[in-house]
């Protein structure tokens, strides 16, 4: 069998009983992230998002010089001290905090990345315009991102409301609020706000990567209205 880069997160206490992580993970690094491994080599990598670090991890492992997460949830951001302790651990530097306000500390002082991940965040904001806008401000030339994303023909953005109980979801807007806004964009609505900050957008094609053998993956092969989706922005003024 082949070996993947996420076996290891079966043995990571707080994975227990959720499933079958590691077919998933897998399935979905070879997806988002192993094309652009060149890409990483020696990069500066901005991870938005950031849950436990788990994808901090992988891109560090994946030759990124330095890796700076930011997660809202501190319990999560603890969650990493039970990762293996690996040569590329150290790479990381999980920040708790919210990530609006932590793009807008680095443009105001100036900090600088060349890539940003959103592995699952896009579609748990509300401002997206703003969040990407915010992002071309620290200078990445690529933003790697893995959404779900609305199947109408036309530039829209769906609103819906999801529970902020779930560490998987946005986290609340207002104190104590149980349920937050968020808004999940079409295809051509990423492209036309790419397109807005000077952006290429490239799709990747999950049914390339993953074939026939859908399983942990489904929700990129979803029928109806909505599906995950991963692509990549490129700043045009590399």
């Known amino acids: 069998m082949r070996l993947g880069f996420f076996d290891f997160i079966g043995e990571v206490p707080s994975y227990a009983g959720c499933g079958d992580p590691v077919l998933r993970l897998n399935k979905r690094y070879e997806l988002i992230l192993q094309p652009f491994r060149g890409e990483l080599d020696g990069a500066r990598v901005l991870d938005l998002g950031a849950h436990d670090g788990r994808w901090c991890y992988a891109l560090a492992e994946a030759g990124a010089a330095r890796v700076v997460g930011i997660e809202a949830r501190p319990e999560l951001v603890a969650r990493y001290d039970d990762f293996p302790d690996a040569p590329w651990k150290g790479r990381v530097e999980l920040r708790v905090g919210e990530v609006f306000e932590a793009l807008e500390s680095f443009a105001a002082d100036g900090t600088q990345f060349d890539v940003v991940a959103l592995f699952g965040l896009f579609y748990h904001v509300m401002d997206h315009f703003r969040l990407l806008r915010l992002i071309r401000l620290t200078g990445a030339r690529i933003v790697l991102i893995d959404s779900e994303f609305m199947l109408m023909k036309n530039p829209m953005i769906q609103l819906m409301f999801e529970r902020t109980g779930s560490d998987l979801n946005a986290t609340p807007q207002i104190e104590g609020q ?23 957008v490239v799709w990747s094609s999950a049914a390339d990567v993953f074939g026939d053998d859908r399983k942990g993956v489904q929700d990129y092969f979803r029928d109806g209205n909505k599906r995950r989706a991963a692509c990549c922005l490129i700043a045009r003024d590399l």
């Open 178 to 200: 149980d349920h937050a806004l968020i808004g999940v964009p079409s295809r051509r609505a990423m492209n036309a706000m790419a397109r807005a900050l000077d952006f290429d």
